[in-house]
């Protein structure tokens, strides 16, 4: 089962590298004049993703999950309160634009709510709290419509992109929230449906979000945007997305331990704790920040956390596995 789920996330993960790889050779399908309408059929598809996430999204389960509130206030604090933070410290570093629209780009990500399908399958194979997980990965998704812009509201404003309170929580509120409760209203009726299918859904989710990456992407490499970026660059963003990650890492299992929290509420605290979501990146950054032309640096970090987490939380569920429970 193990070796099954990571083929299958390590697949997704090259399928964001092949992506890429096409956005760079044939950018003119993504770019403002294509006659392609990728933006509409990704906005479609955002609410269709969000529609059968609210069909999944289970009441009585979130409901059940309440009474363990210090794992919850845990792992929601450290998802929307410490990783913000930690970026914030380094603001004061900045001494050009291109370090401001990096550091940005690491502040979206920190901003972000926490995965959900991966979160759950990690905390199950490494034999966590698996009902505290899908409660928290489940609700971060829904604290971070809120929060996730209040904190980018507070840079990008002075940015080149036009943000606009009233227009992004409609935006978030049609594309979102809407879907979500619709979905919630027809579980009696599409449940069955939904669970049948789960595995084609889930092919339709990531289609979506690589629809998104690419045009993110292509648009960037159009306006060369990507020339400026070097080698050392890119080899410092990823040793910063691995400083981060193992700081929330550590600093979740310090917590914990503090805590008393057993051994499965320690896993699900740094299991949820340190996950960033791509599917709402890929998402948020479409609403936040439109077409703005150096979105594709915007989700560069974000991209290379998702595949990071997937690869250490990985390795450290399989050896979680191995313990007698």
């Not at 193990?2 to 096409?22: E, G, M, P, S, Y």
């Not at 999204?57 to 913000?84: C, R």
């Not at 209040?150 to 049609?174: A, N, P, R």
Request: with cysteine.
């Amino acid at each position: 089962m193990l070796n099954r789920i990571r083929l299958k996330l390590d697949k997704f993960v090259l399928a964001i590298i092949i992506i890429i790889a096409i956005a760079y050779m044939f950018p003119q399908w993504g770019a403002e004049e294509s006659p392609i309408p990728i933006d509409t059929i990704s906005t479609i598809g955002i609410g269709l993703i969000f529609f059968f996430y609210g069909v999944k999204l289970s009441p009585s389960k979130l409901k059940a999950g309440l009474s363990n509130w210090k794992l919850h206030v845990l792992i929601q604090a450290t998802t929307f309160l410490v990783f913000p933070i930690v970026i914030l410290l380094f603001r004061p570093l900045i001494q050009n634009e291109e370090q401001e629209l990096f550091w940005l780009a690491f502040f979206f990500l920190a901003a972000l709510p926490s995965t959900v399908s991966s979160s759950v399958v990690m905390v199950s194979i490494a034999k966590g709290n698996i009902p505290a997980a899908i409660f928290n990965a489940s609700i971060s998704g829904i604290i971070g419509i809120l929060i996730t812009p209040l904190w980018l509201g507070l840079f990008v404003q002075s940015s080149q992109t036009d943000f606009d309170f009233t227009e992004i929580y409609l935006k978030l509120i049609l594309q979102i929230i809407v879907p979500v409760v619709i979905g919630m209203g027809l579980q009696r009726f599409l449940a069955q449906f939904v669970q049948k299918h789960n595995s084609k859904l889930t092919l339709f989710d990531k289609s979506i979000i690589l629809l998104i990456i690419y045009k993110s992407f292509a648009e960037s490499f159009s306006k060369n945007l990507f020339s400026s970026v070097s080698i050392l660059d890119l080899l410092t963003l990823f040793i910063g997305v691995l400083g981060l990650f193992g700081l929330i890492f550590l600093f979740t299992a310090f917590i914990a331990n503090r805590l008393n929290f057993s051994t499965e509420d320690r896993i699900t605290a740094q299991f949820c704790g340190t996950k960033k979501s791509l599917v709402h990146g890929t998402v948020f950054s479409k609403i936040l920040f439109g077409n703005m032309a150096s979105l594709g640096l915007i989700l560069l970090p974000l991209m290379l956390f998702h595949a990071s987490q997937i690869l250490i939380i990985s390795v450290v569920a399989s050896r979680y596995q191995k313990r007698k429970v």
